[in-house]
Nanobody, 125 residues
Framework: VQLQASGGGLVQAGGSLRLSCSAS????????MGWFRQVPGKERDFVAA????????YYADSMKGRFSISRDGSRNIIYLQMNSLKPEDTAVYYC???????????????????WGQGTQVTVSS
């Protein structure tokens, strides 16, 4: 499956952005999907994930209540709605797909097989 992330940009603190990740190739609905982010010089961090079945989503603690992951199976797109953005949310955001499930695996980047190219999010103070 090929993934294409978009929607990043520059926003002031407290603002919102919605990232999109479009998928092509194999049936989109068979994959669990996740979002990760990375700051230069640091490891890639988990942001949010959703099971292939569309069950409950998972979020990193610092994103709970601010970020929301969703998927549109008919259009092969997943979204990451980001509200109340903070300067520390500045990073390159990546979407990813995997055949595995469960919170432990979906919150770990090593279990994802397919990655998008990343989209830059910059939050100014």
């Amino acid at each position: 499956v090929q993934l294409q992330a978009s929607g990043g940009g520059l926003v002031q603190a407290g603002g919102s952005l919605r990232l999109s990740c479009s998928a092509s190739g194999r049936p989109f609905t068979r994959y669990s999907m996740g979002w990760f982010r990375q700051v230069p010089g640091k490891e890639r961090d988990f942001v949010a994930a959703m099971e292939a079945s569309g069950g409950r989503p998972y979020y990193a603690d610092s994103m709970k209540g601010r970020f929301s992951i969703s998927r549109d199976g008919s259009r092969n797109i997943i979204y990451l709605q980001m509200n109340s953005l903070k300067p520390e949310d500045t990073a390159v955001y990546y979407c990813a797909a995997t055949n595995v499930g469960g919170e432990l695996l979906l919150t770990t980047d090593g279990y994802y097989d397919y990655w998008g190219q990343g989209t830059q999010v910059t939050v100014s103070s």
